[in-house]
């Protein structure tokens, strides 16, 4: 076990750290090593916490010497999200208008985890305020894809990726609002869960959209998701959008047995638009639930069109909504030339602020003006009741709906900067799930001729996590190929 013990998965850390094979503080040193090594290029780190993890392991370590039963992530290294807010090290959500924030507490999820006694090594990189599609909008540093350092690793939660798939940390937590845990995962050939919207607290989450965003994990495995799952999961009085659910088994679920399965396929996408390699990988993903048994069943979702303005209308709403309480009065970056209160607060905003988060900030705040809220919000409201209408009537036909997490592989850096539309269009399989408040999972399905990865993107019903993940574990385990290691191993 005490061979690279930075490719090992969560669970299988967690079992060698429960049975003394090796202890948490081993583990957390060699992350620590590889950190040291590859980070440099890959640039997924934006706090690295070495005295904070090696005193997290020392404690599990000390915890077992003890006879006490150790949590279910004992010495499992985690890679946190910069939005999510923690007492120790910064919350700076990648953007200058937050670099010297201190959280006086810590997010729900990040006490689950420390409960469960896993060890956090830092903070890693996203877009500004989780607005992007690609990591390239950080105020902090440009995080790479460790398949093709000249790649972007997608976004927001492209730190979380790369982290993960360049054998930095077992897990990293991320966020999902349009498909920021599940497009990173794609373009970096790891395991992203959007969980159900309420299925985990946002409570500590700095908020961009309040009504999509949802917490989920990103791993090595779809094993190590539901291990992650059946921890962060639960009500918490907290967070009012919290759902009140009996306790699920996540990795009980993961039976191996697709027999009646049905799986869903929507005409919508799958067509011109997606690459034809991308078509191809996830064609072959399918063909796996084919050859075993499984139900393949043609389902249409013909709200899909108005999806991508729908999501800009209500995110940007929102974000203008949430990031309002970002003035520079009682925290956040004040300019220093600032002389008047309309000063303070034009150029505060106007240098701290990205210009994506600006864009959408000036977008939500025009469609939710005197004279336009009808035309634009309410009318994406009621659009976003359709699309949700969609996916109900096509789960009256199958359990989960396959397609492709993006339309494309990972691109180099600069290729869309100067196009939003098309940048947006990145997200294009990922956001109806959102907005449909619906769990979804990609699950690595092959390298493209360039040797990026392709993902395959499993939707499920509300709360249904456990047939989700037992239809991708099933997949993950049969599908006859290992992804293997990035270029940056």
């Not at 990293?172 to 959007?194: E, F, H, N, W, Y």
């Not at 799958?270 to 043609?298: H, Q, S, W």
Request: with cysteine; aromatic share 8%; net charge negative.
């Amino acid at each position: 076990m005490t061979k690279e013990l930075h490719w090992k998965s969560a669970r299988e850390i967690r079992d060698a750290v429960q049975s003394g094979a090796v202890s948490a503080t081993q583990i957390a040193q060699e992350h620590l090593t590889r950190i040291d090594a590859v980070d440099g290029r890959v640039d997924a780190f934006t706090q690295l916490w070495r005295d904070k993890a090696l005193e997290m392991a020392a404690a599990v370590d000390a915890k077992a010497a003890r006879g006490e039963t150790l949590g279910a992530l004992a010495g499992v290294p985690v890679g946190l999200k910069e939005l999510f807010c923690t007492r120790h090290g910064k919350t700076s959500c990648a953007s200058k208008m937050l670099e010297n924030f201190e959280s006086p507490y810590d997010a729900t999820v990040v006490k689950k985890l420390e409960e469960a006694d896993a060890v956090f090594l830092g903070k890693v990189n996203m877009d500004e305020f989780a607005m992007g599609s690609s990591t390239e909008n950080s105020a902090i540093k440009t995080t790479k894809n460790p398949w093709n350092l000249k790649c972007v690793p997608g976004g927001s939660s492209g730190g979380s990726a790369a982290a993960v798939t360049a054998g930095e940390c077992a897990l990293s937590l991320g966020s999902d609002t349009g498909g920021s845990i599940r497009q990173p995962a794609c373009l970096c050939g790891c395991v992203g869960i959007k969980p159900t919207y309420g299925r985990v607290s946002r409570y500590g989450l700095v908020a961009f959209a309040s009504s999509l965003d949802q917490v989920g994990p990103l791993t090595r495995t779809v094993e190590d998701a539901a291990l992650t799952l059946d921890v962060i999961c639960g009500k918490d009085v907290m967070d009012a959008t919290s759902a009140v659910l009996p306790k699920t088994d996540f990795m009980g679920a993961l039976t191996g047995d697709i027999s009646g399965l049905r799986v869903g396929l929507p005409r919508e996408y799958f067509t011109d638009a997606l690459n034809p390699e991308m078509r191809e990988k996830v064609e072959c993903a399918i063909d796996v639930y084919r050859a075993n048994g499984a139900e393949i069943v043609d389902v249409s979702l013909p709200c899909s069109d108005y999806a991508i303005a729908v999501y800009y209308i209500i995110c940007t709403a929102e974000a203008s909504a949430n990031l309002a309480r970002f003035d520079g009065v009682r925290y956040g970056f004040r300019h220093p030339d600032a002389k008047t209160v309309k000063d303070m607060y034009a150029l505060s905003k106007s240098d701290a602020f990205g210009p994506e988060v600006q864009r959408r900030i000036m977008l939500g705040t025009y469609v939710l003006s005197s004279g336009y809220y009808d035309a634009y919000y309410l009318k994406a409201q009621k659009v976003r009741a359709l699309i949700k209408k969609d996916f109900d009537a096509a789960f009256e036909k199958c359990d989960v709906i396959a397609s492709p997490t993006s339309p494309t592989a990972s691109f180099e850096f600069g290729s869309k900067s100067d196009n939003p539309l098309e940048m947006y269009l990145s997200d294009i399989y990922t956001i109806s799930v959102n907005l449909a408040t619906l769990p979804g999972i990609s699950v690595p399905c092959g390298l493209t001729d360039a040797g990026l990865p392709a993902g395959l993107q499993l939707i499920g019903r509300p709360f249904e996590e456990d047939t989700l993940l037992r239809a991708a574990h099933f997949y993950e385990q049969n599908r006859g190929f290992d992804m293997g290691r990035p270029p940056v191993a």
